[in-house]
């Protein structure tokens, strides 16, 4: 009975250890979600904030885009019509040009006819009869001359004297009289007549070829000022649609923060909330317990249990033979699991790839061969993939500056632009039939898990049936210690009725059913749908607290000195606990990996919505470039667009990317020696 009293005290002391953990650990927890809300509160109220900016800054650039459109259409109106008036210009001076030239050598032709006419006139060559046909030659142009029909316009005797002169029948006679010597007057006249209007004639050319020099290059001057300001105003509209982009990706990125931010928020409250809850739970549970300990102990160590005792033990105590059912699977195990887990720690928070795998490292439960084969081939992948997207990264890098090398290429940029877009359309569209392939065999992988649970839950049922059944052959107590079992069995193994329990059966037990549900007291808190994650610590099964197992060795100790029949109730009670505790196990693990598979699912939806919408947008885009025309510009905005974010980040990214490829790598390493 002394090491009975000695194990209660133990209990005693125990209990109120664990009671002091409890208070240190939701006192920490409690110090994370204050943290944590006031952190997020701050996330939320700047990202608002930031929205609000963001939004009135597009929309300024929205509207000043627009009118800078308008004007660069009015512009482009301006010259086309300056260069059609600069055309017409330049037609209407060539041609007065050529019709001064034309005029003007006709008019030295006749100038010339008529001195030569006076030449003959005035000299001894009219007496001879070359001289006479030469003149009469002279004559007969003169008459027929433009120049002279548009001098008798003004002045028609002279072209009346010269036809006449003409008409003349006998040549020889006509030269020696009267007439022939007349027509040197009129001659005269014209010749100085003549050379009077070509010498305004000279005169007003200049003055036209001055006004037309003058005019062609004021509306040159015109022309490239307003190209000038076409220039200007293509390059604000650059600028302008820069920022509204640079605006459109920093509100999306806002939004996203203060999305993320209000989810943790939601989840956090929860969490905490339910801290809270379960560690009241807790703390009633552990007073209770103590409580039951405390009235044990007086009962059993007062004279009258003394007194009765000491006749009735004897010198012999049969110790129970205890089967132990150990779950743990060995410090040197659990001690690889954990640096395999922690060399992929900082990688995991960048990388969903790695946390994936630092998960299913978390996940082993046992030296499994085949489960750390696995998952070393998922790094060999992870691995392959990190290089491929590294090398990948490379490739469009210098793609990039291929681009900006190449972008005076106006019509082969929009061409290489409008391919990019087709690939991106067909990689989008492989994309979307892979996630429709992985979200049905997550599907499929959760009905196959609810299946198995099923039949675990038969196989359960019938094991427990079972064991109601062995029970109801070991219900003796002696009459001795029946106070101290009675008091004891309100705290570790009540009598109660299980009325249409989960295994459908109505039948007595002094099973304590509550501890059929009961798993680790403490653990560690991932991210999951309902909770942020990052927590200290977290109580588990809603606070409910498991019975100290020295208990349960209080009874089985009593019982054994009330009848052997005790020993395989014991027995068969501790058997019950195990297949229930691995039961529980079981069903846990699979819950959790159904909601990871629920979570993968969410997860690929969602990406399959923006997958889908991405490839409208690549496609409507495929279709634009097909048919619109840009200036330089816009092209070297849409390269920044597509470039600047890889650019500016290559460094870092592949710097990353080498640390994961070197984490999962040690990390597989360990999982080699584990195996």
Same mark, same amino acid.
Not at 236 to 241: E, H, P, R, S, V
Not at 271 to 294: G, M, P, V, Y
Not at 553 to 558: D, G, P, R, T, Y
């Given at each position: ?190 010749? *100085?007549?003549?050379? #009077? =209007?070509?010498?305004?004639?000279? !005169?007003? $050319?200049? /003055?036209?070829?001055? @006004? ?37 990706? *920093?509100?999306?990125? #806002? =939004?996203?923060?203060?999305?993320? !931010?209000? $989810?943790? /928020?939601?989840?956090? @409250? ?406």
């Amino acid at each position: 009975m002394a090491k009975v009293l000695k194990l209660l005290r133990d209990m005693q002391e125990q209990m109120q250890a664990e009671k002091e953990d409890d208070d240190a650990v939701y006192a920490k927890v409690m110090c994370w979600c204050q943290k944590n809300e006031e952190e997020q509160n701050n996330t939320v109220k700047k990202t608002t904030a930031d929205i609000e900016r963001l939004m009135a800054v597009s929309g300024e650039a929205l509207a000043k885009i627009k009118e800078l459109e308008a004007k660069r259409e009015k512009l482009f109106t301006d010259i086309n019509s300056k260069k059609e008036s600069l055309n017409d210009l330049r037609t209407k001076c060539m041609k007065e040009q050529g019709e001064y030239a034309e005029a003007n050598q006709e008019l030295n032709k006749t100038i010339q006819a008529l001195k030569s006419a006076l030449v003959i006139l005035d000299g001894k060559v009219l007496m001879q009869s070359a001289g006479q046909d030469r003149l009469m030659a002279l004559a007969r142009k003169l008459v027929s001359s433009s120049a002279v029909e548009q001098y008798s316009e003004t002045k028609p005797d002279g072209l009346i004297a010269l036809q006449k002169f003409v008409d003349t029948e006998s040549k020889g006679k006509a030269f020696m009289q009267q007439p022939a010597m007349n027509i040197v007057g009129i001659l005269k006249q014209m010749l *100085d007549d003549m050379s #009077a =209007e070509q010498k305004e004639n000279t !005169a007003a $050319e200049e /003055l036209r070829v001055k @006004a037309c020099k003058e005019g062609i290059s004021s509306t040159q001057k015109e022309i490239s000022l307003m190209e000038g300001q076409l220039t200007d105003t293509d390059t604000q509209l650059g600028d302008l649609a820069e920022k509204n982009a640079q605006a459109k990706a *920093d509100l999306e990125a #806002a =939004e996203a923060a203060k999305e993320d !931010a209000e $989810e943790f /928020l939601g989840k956090l @409250a929860k969490q905490c909330a339910q801290t809270t809850t379960d560690f009241d739970t807790r703390t009633k549970s552990r007073n209770e317990e103590l409580a039951a300990i405390a009235d044990t102990i007086e009962i059993l160590d007062s004279d009258a249990a003394f007194g009765s005792f000491g006749s009735s033990m004897g010198t012999s105590f049969i110790q129970k033979k205890k089967q132990i059912h150990d779950v743990q699977f060995g410090t040197a195990f659990t001690n690889a699991r954990d640096d395999a887990v922690s060399v992929l720690d900082t990688e995991s928070k960048r990388s969903p790839k790695i946390f994936m795998v630092q998960t299913m490292i978390k996940t082993l439960r046992g030296v499994d061969k085949g489960a750390i084969k696995k998952i070393q081939a998922a790094i060999d992948d992870l691995i392959k993939n990190l290089r491929t997207e590294s090398k990948q990264e490379v490739e469009d890098r210098d793609k990039c500056v291929s681009d900006f090398a190449a972008i005076d290429q106006d019509m082969t940029l929009k061409s290489m632009d409008r391919k990019k877009r087709l690939a991106e359309v067909e990689s989008l569209t492989a994309e979307l039939e892979k996630l429709v392939s992985d979200i049905g065999d997550l599907n499929a992988e959760n009905a196959k898990m609810a299946s198995s649970a099923a039949e675990a839950t038969e196989d359960r049922k019938a094991e427990h049936e079972e064991y109601l059944v062995v029970k109801k052959d070991h219900d003796e107590t002696q009459a001795i210690l029946q106070t101290a079992i009675d008091r004891m069995n309100q705290k570790y193994s009540d009598r109660v009725v299980v009325k249409n329990n989960e295994f459908g059966t109505d039948a007595p037990t002094e099973a304590p059913v509550e501890e059929f549900l009961q798993g680790a007291d403490v653990v560690e808190v991932s991210a999951t749908s309902d909770t942020p994650g990052s927590a200290p610590a977290a109580f588990t099964n809603s606070g409910a607290t498991s019975n100290n197992s020295g208990g349960n060795k209080v009874v089985e100790m009593l019982t054994t000195i009330q009848a052997d029949s005790a020993k395989a109730e014991a027995d068969v009670t501790q058997s019950e606990k195990d297949s229930q505790a691995n039961y529980d196990d079981f069903m846990n693990e699979t819950r959790k990996a159904t909601e990871h598979n629920n979570e993968a699912i969410a997860n690929k939806t969602k990406r399959q919505g923006l997958a889908a919408k991405s490839k409208s947008e690549n496609e409507v885009a495929a279709k634009s470039l097909g048919t619109a025309i840009f200036d330089l510009t816009e092209q070297e905005k849409d390269t920044h667009d597509r470039c600047d974010f890889l650019t500016k980040n290559f460094d870092t990214r592949q710097s990353n990317r080498v640390a994961e490829v070197e984490a999962a790598q040690k990390a597989k390493q360990i999982l080699s020696g584990m195996a």
